[in-house]
Nanobody, 115 residues
Framework: QVQLVESGGGLVQPGGSLRLYCAAS????????MGWYSQAPGKQRELVAY???????IYTNSARGRFTISRDNAKNTVYLQMNSLKSEDTAVYYC?????????WGQGAQVTVSS
């Protein structure tokens, strides 16, 4: 049984930073393409970034230059370092495979960027 548990969200001021964590069980992150997704209020869930088995990374335009996706194979965990946060980054963030599996969605991590 695959379980992906996101954590690390919170309230941060514009310009601040947060690091999100995705702890995986039942799935080996190092041999899967793993992605982070965001869902802002009233909007559809969308891809933020993904990392493939070779460590190559892809970012959407809004994330490129500010966010960094990485993983720790020993901890079977995927990270999303978010810097220079903007109010429009406010969303629930989820990790999943890329492309996502509908049965792997977790509870997500709420990120709120506000002064």
């Amino acid at each position: 049984q695959v379980q992906l548990v996101e954590s690390g969200g919170g309230l941060v001021q514009p310009g601040g930073s947060l690091r999100l964590y995705c702890a995986a069980s039942g799935l080996i992150v190092s041999i899967n393409v793993m992605g982070w997704y965001s869902q802002a209020p009233g909007k559809q869930r969308e891809l933020v970034a993904y990392i493939d088995s070779g460590g190559n990374t892809i970012y959407t335009n809004s994330a490129r230059g500010r966010f960094t996706i990485s993983r720790d194979n020993a901890k079977n965990t995927v990270y999303l370092q978010m810097n220079s946060l903007k109010s429009e980054d406010t969303a629930v963030y989820y990790c999943n495979r890329y492309p996502p599996s509908p049965v792997y969605w977790g509870q997500g991590a709420q990120v709120t960027v506000s002064s």
